[in-house]
């Protein structure tokens, strides 16, 4: 058989640089259209991949994708929607009537009062008068949230649009997701089962992040926020809603917003109370991620825990809210495939 020639072998390399160079362009361009609709895909793939167990059981009952994934769809968004919303009505004005709060009783001097009432630590309210402006400061701060709450309330119908772009996105994905995963296997440059070894640690990812972060958080949060509403405490949703932001981020956590508010206690002269927050916070709302964790979790996340730390809180800043399910699945992504590129350089050396 007569060996190809050097110039038809210089045209197929030519052609097949063409071609990388074509797919490449091809897939930033498609990254770029779909850009925009980046949250939303991801939360509506992440939601996918949780209530796809919800999804088949329907199917089985009802024999009818279609039908079903609208029931889903339907019982997911009363699920999501209705605590968003609650929240979201709640939320800014308790933060704008707590600033407020604040610069009343900063105006009329009654946290020095209070501090002074305190031999100890009267030395600090001096250096904090002469250092800062404090009023001038909290009145900044009371004046920030009244305009962002006209801004939430202004902007609540780009994120009504934004939350039925991820209820449409989801409806296919639940209807359709045989297709587009048939589709992802013939796409894949990866074999039948190294590309089926991807989707199920990418699905234990995303079923890891929102059980074992989002969920736990809520939790530590509301229970934060319970024990702030029973004991008086100004804006307990808010407060509770940043006991929960501050949950997801690994070194922080509840402890940032209830320690400051049993000192705030402590200072009123309140002791019982600053005594039962320290309490609540160390022996319930700070043993729940040691409880629940393992539990929701099990061993769904593959990923050291500084690697979990970094792909999470590297997530949120690239991606901002998309980034908490994208930045680890990003990571498991890359992992799997380093994985099976070394596994596949191991068979070739015919290393054990």
């Known amino acids: 058989m007569t060996p190809p020639s050097w110039h038809s072998h210089e045209a197929f390399r030519l052609r097949t640089l063409v071609l990388i160079a074509a797919i490449v362009t091809g897939i930033n361009l498609c990254y770029l259209l779909a850009e925009p609709f980046l949250p939303a895909l991801t939360w509506a793939i992440a939601l996918s991949v949780l209530f796809t167990p919800f999804q088949k059981w329907l199917e089985s009952k009802l024999s009818h994708p279609g039908l079903s994934a609208m029931i889903a769809v339907v019982v997911i968004a009363f699920i999501v929607v209705v605590p968003v919303v609650f929240v979201g009505q709640n ?15 900063v105006a009329s001097g009654e946290w020095r009062r ?4 305190q031999p100890r630590l009267a030395p600090v309210a001096e250096k904090i008068e002469r250092e800062l402006d404090l009023p001038g400061m909290v009145k900044s701060l009371a004046t920030w949230f009244s305009t962002k709450a006209g801004a939430f309330v202004s902007g609540s119908m780009i994120q009504v649009v934004s939350f039925g772009l991820i209820f449409y996105l989801l409806f296919f994905f639940l209807r359709d997701r045989r297709g587009v995963l048939a589709s992802l296997h013939h796409l894949s440059p990866l074999s039948r089962e190294e590309t089926e070894t991807l989707f199920l640690r990418v699905r234990d990812t995303i079923r890891a992040t929102v ?7 809520l939790i530590q949060g509301l229970l934060g926020g319970l024990m702030f509403w029973w004991l008086g405490l100004p804006a307990p949703l808010l407060w509770g809603m940043v006991m929960a932001i501050l949950s997801v981020v690994p070194m922080l956590g509840a402890f940032v917003v209830w320690t400051p508010a049993a000192l705030f206690l402590a200072l009123e002269g309140s002791w019982g109370k600053a005594l039962i927050l320290i309490l609540w916070g160390m022996l319930v709302v700070g043993t729940v991620d040691n409880l629940l964790r393992p539990v929701l979790v099990a061993n769904l996340l593959k990923l050291h825990t500084v690697l979990a730390f970094i792909s999470v809180v590297g997530g949120l800043m690239l991606f901002g809210p998309a980034g908490l399910i994208l930045g680890p699945v ?12 070394r596994s596949r350089s191991d068979d070739k050396l015919g290393i054990q």
């Open 211 to 217: 059980y074992g972060t989002l969920v736990v958080s």
């Open 91 to 105: 939320l800014v004005g308790q933060a704008a009537q707590g600033a407020q709060l604040i610069e009343t009783k």
């Open 330 to 341: 990003v990571l498991t992504i890359t992992t799997v495939l380093l994985e099976t590129w």
């Open 114 to 117: 209070a501090i002074d009432a």
